[in-house]
């Protein structure tokens, strides 16, 4: 028998061979689909579009830029067409865009990771992955993947609460660096948001032979990640606008070591307006102005009835406490945090027509700001809030 070639032989055996397939795709309509893809696992991951802005994660930032400048692009619509299930090319889903145009080239290339090429010198829209895979690995890990969390009914009232801690200054949102530990219920505010520490898993070894830990970190989204601790400092080393929620608490008010802000000596003062308003008459007996000064109390409200927040009325000093090595901004903080729920909602007009809303008046008797102030004075401030239906003091589990 005859040898045969291997054509000869495969044919012999009834087997078709296929052709080799060359991609036609050219080196940037690859880099466009790359690029596009990128995209579209952030879609997945998040359920959205990426989106501009300051408070954005860099990552995001950089995939909506990159959208944009994909959307421009004549050829990705038949390009991508495929791959567009969400409709991104179709839709404005980058709210808040940036003006690319106005960015210099510079800043651009380097929003995008797009590289210069013989060829392409000039081109901006030349997209380009230019993280190694181990770049990138270490970049995922750094962020980690964050998925939906399941039981975030149980987290939401603690974001709600901290918030509120937050806006009151009950705690303070300080620079991650001078404190860099990290313990399960601790706050931060990373990439813009604001993230609580749920889990702390079993200590393991780092590659640098250092100890480590697998968190379990939410987020006021309704999201979750599961990232490692030094991938979480390393997060908040690098960002800005990283901070640490400070624990909740008045804070040393009375000390031997003076802070800024700190006075030798100083006065609570309790007001009460003489307002004609109809709603300042009416409550005129529990409407009460909580204010601390330095000074006397007379050259603090001289003038009060110009001033809209005395409520451009002439004011009567129901109550003074003198106190001594104290700090007035947490004295005043601690006020507004535990009469916030009690704070007037009372628009006027200043001297020259505007509305304006005076801060600082509470609807509370009396007796309770003198027992609120006794309580700082012995430190039990910490163990009440304010109760708006009994109008008293009430201890923590009671409310």
């Known amino acids: 028998m005859a040898e045969m070639n291997d054509d000869e032989l495969l044919d012999a055996l009834g087997v078709e061979v296929a052709p080799l397939k060359v991609s036609s795709r050219t080196p940037r309509e690859e880099r466009i689909i790359a690029g596009f893809e990128d995209i579209l696992r952030f879609h997945q991951a998040h ?22 400048q994909i959307r421009k692009l004549p050829e990705a619509q038949m390009l991508l067409a495929g791959l567009d299930a969400p409709g991104l090319l179709l839709s404005g889903a980058a709210a808040a865009s940036t003006d690319v145009d106005a960015m210099d080239e510079d800043t651009l290339l380097a929003e995008l990771g797009i590289v210069d090429s ?148 100083g006065t609570i003062y309790v007001l009460r307006s003489l307002s004609k308003h109809p709603f300042v008459v009416e409550h ?62 009372l628009t006027i007009e200043d001297r020259f027509g505007h509305p304006v809303k005076p801060r600082e008046w509470f609807l509370v008797p009396l007796h309770v700001i003198d027992e609120a102030v006794q309580r700082i004075r012995d430190g039990s401030i910490t163990d009440v809030v304010y109760d708006l239906k009994s109008a008293r003091l009430v201890g923590q589990t009671q409310q």
Not at 135 to 163: G, V, Y
Not at 181 to 200: K, M, N, R, T, W
Not at 237 to 248: A, Q, V
Not at 306 to 322: F, G
Request: charged share 30%; aromatic share 8%; proline share 3%.
């Open 47 to 68: 359920g959205r579009a990426p989106l501009h802005g300051e408070d954005r994660d860099i990552f995001e930032r950089l995939y909506a830029v990159r959208l944009d």
């Open 118 to 265: 013989l060829t392409d010198q000039n081109d901006v829209t030349v997209l380009r992955h230019v993280r190694s895979h181990v770049e990138k690995r270490a970049a995922a890990e750094e962020i980690a993947d964050r998925t939906s969390c399941p039981d975030f009914d149980r987290f939401q009232p603690l974001f709600e609460q901290a918030e509120r801690d937050l806006k009151s200054g009950y705690r303070m949102a300080q620079r991650f660096g001078r404190n860099a530990s990290i313990a399960s219920g601790d706050y931060f505010i990373v990439g813009g948001q604001l993230a609580y520490v749920a889990e702390i898993g079993e200590t393991i070894k780092a590659p640098n032979g250092e100890s480590d830990a697998r968190l379990r970190v939410i987020y006021a989204n309704g999201t979750e990640s599961n990232l490692l601790r030094r991938s979480l400092q390393r997060a908040l080393y690098k960002d800005e606008t990283g901070r640490r929620l400070s624990d909740p608490g008045i804070g040393p008010l009375f000390g031997d070591a003076p802070e800024q802000d700190d006075i030798e000596s």
């Open 284 to 345: 005129r007996e529990l409407i009460h102005k909580i204010g601390v000064t330095g000074g006397k109390v007379e050259t603090r409200i001289a003038g009060a009835e110009k001033d809209a927040t005395y409520l451009l009325a002439d004011i009567e000093v129901v109550a003074t406490y003198k106190l001594h090595n104290l700090n007035r901004t947490r004295l005043e903080n601690i006020f507004h945090r535990l009469f916030s729920a009690a704070q007037i909602d």
